[in-house]
C-alpha cells in the first residue's frame, strides 16, 4: 500500500503541481490498485504469512506452555502453525480497551491462546478467527448493546463481529483453572461450533460432577440468563479443564468432543504420570 500511496502522490505532483496534465490519467488506475489492496487486504496478509510464518517471542511461548497444558501435547508443526496463527491474531485484531489505558500484553496472549489452541489440532480451524476483528476488554463486568440490562463477563455479537470480555473473570480462570469458568475459551468454542457443531449427548445434570461449579454457578458467573448459555460450549470447556471427571461421567460424550477437536486431554495426563 505504502508505494502505491506515494506512486498517487507523485502522479498528483507532476500533474497538478508541475503542471504535467498529460499524466492525469495514471490516477485512475492507481487509484483502482490503492481500492483493490484494501480489500483484499486480508488474503494478502494470509498469503504472506504461510510464505514467512510468524513466530511468538520466546517468553510469550512459555507463558502459554506453563498456563495452558495442552500446547506441550502440539506436534513441531502444530506448534508452528499455532505460534503463527497466535501471533497474526496478536498483531492483527484491535483491541479494544475499557477501564485501562491500553490492554496489557499478557490479556492479549491469553485470549489468542485460547482461541487458537482449540484449532491447533485442526489447522484449517485457525481461519475461523480471522472474520472477529475487534476485541473489547473490560476490567470489570459490563453491560453491552446486546444485552444492556445485564452486568455479564463475555458476550460474542455475531454480527459486528466482536467479542467482549471481562479481564478478572478469563485471567482467573488461566491462572486457577481448576477454580473458575474459562470464558475466553467458552466464547471461541461458540465460533468453532457456527461451522459445524459436533453431535453429543449432553445432561446437564452431570456438568457439576464434572467440574464442581453448580450449573446456576456458570450462569452467575458469566451474568446472563440460562436462554443466552451455550451449555454445548460450556461442556466442551470441561472437556479440556477436566478431562478425568468429564470421561468419567460422560463416556460417550468425550469421545465424540475428542474426535471433533483431534485431541485426547487424558494423552496429557498419561505423558504426565510416565514422566512422573
Known amino acids: 500500500m ?3 500511496v506515494m506512486l498517487l502522490g507523485g502522479v498528483v505532483l507532476v500533474s497538478y503541481v508541475w503542471g504535467m496534465s498529460e499524466y492525469s490519467y495514471l490516477l485512475v488506475p492507481v487509484v483502482i490498485l490503492i481500492a483493490a ?3 483484499s487486504h486480508e488474503y494478502i496478509d494470509r498469503w504472506y504469512v504461510q510464505k514467512y510464518p510468524q513466530k511468538l517471542p520466546k517468553g510469550m511461548m512459555r507463558f502459554i506452555e506453563d498456563h495452558m497444558p495442552l500446547a506441550r501435547l502440539m506436534e513441531k508443526d502444530q506448534k508452528l502453525a499455532f505460534e503463527n496463527a497466535t501471533s497474526m491474531f496478536l498483531k492483527s485484531k484491535t483491541f479494544m480497551p475499557q477501564g485501562f489505558d491500553k490492554v496489557p500484553e499478557d490479556l ?5 491462546a485460547n482461541a487458537h489452541i482449540l484449532a491447533a489440532f485442526k489447522p484449517e480451524w485457525h481461519e475461523l478467527f480471522a472474520p472477529y476483528e475487534n476485541i473489547v476488554i473490560y476490567k470489570h463486568p459490563f453491560p453491552s448493546p446486546q444485552h444492556p440490562k445485564y452486568l455479564h463477563s463475555s458476550e460474542l455479537y455475531v454480527q459486528d463481529k466482536v467479542l467482549l470480555f471481562c479481564a478478572d473473570h478469563f485471567m482467573k480462570a488461566h491462572r486457577f483453572p ?3 469458568f474459562n470464558t475466553a475459551m467458552y466464547e471461541w ?8 457443531p459436533p453431535e453429543f449427548k449432553l445432561d446437564l445434570d452431570v456438568l457439576p460432577e464434572i467440574s464442581g461449579f453448580e450449573n446456576q454457578q456458570i450462569i452467575d458467573y458469566i451474568g446472563l440468563p440460562e436462554a443466552y448459555i451455550q451449555w454445548e460450549a460450556v461442556a466442551t470447556t470441561y472437556f479440556f479443564a477436566f478431562p478425568v471427571r468429564y470421561k468419567m461421567h ?3 460424550s468425550y469421545e465424540k468432543i475428542s474426535e471433533y477437536f ?3 486431554p487424558m494423552t496429557l495426563i498419561g505423558s504426565s504420570n ?3
Request: hydrophobic share 60%; no cysteine; proline share 3%.
Open 274 to 276: 510416565a514422566n512422573a
Open 178 to 180: 481448576q477454580d473458575f
Open 250 to 252: 460422560l463416556d460417550e
Open 108 to 112: 492479549k496472549v491469553v485470549v489468542a
Open 37 to 39: 489492496v484494501y480489500v
Open 189 to 196: 468454542v461458540k465460533i468453532i461450533f457456527m461451522s459445524q
Open 262 to 264: 483431534g485431541i485426547d
Open 2 to 4: 505504502i508505494p502505491l
